[in-house]
């Protein structure tokens, strides 16, 4: 590898890490606000449910059921997200290196 391609390497990472530093932003807010929303519904079947504590504590589980497995999957996306980027910063030291060690047996 010569130097100019290490560094067009390095260019496109450092571009996918500014986008997904964006997206995480985004995908977290977006995991936050699903959570929220699974709570809420949990918490609304629960007050308007009969029964006792078990019972209306497992009927709010069961309603609110794909509420929560939207705010499960947005996590694991947020979480995704996260391990891509840092795969990324990753990537980006080991061309640095490359790169430095290149530059050192050019001169």
């Known amino acids: 590898m010569t130097p100019e391609d290490i560094r067009f390497e390095l260019a496109q990472v450092g571009r996918e890490l500014s986008k997904a ?37 497992a009927l709010a589980r069961e309603k609110a059921l794909e509420v929560r497995d939207l705010a499960v ?3 694991a996306s ?6 891509k980027a840092k795969h990324l910063e990753l990537q980006q030291m080991r061309l640095m290196a ?7 047996e050019g001169a």
């Open 21 to 57: 530093a964006d997206a995480i932003q985004q995908l977290e807010i977006e995991a936050e606000r699903a959570e929220l929303k699974a709570q809420s519904e949990m918490d609304r079947v629960y007050l308007t449910a009969d029964g006792n504590i078990e019972d209306r504590r």
């Open 73 to 75: 999957i947005a996590r």
């Open 78 to 83: 947020f979480n995704r997200a996260k391990t």
């Open 98 to 104: 490359t790169l430095k060690s290149v530059q050192a």
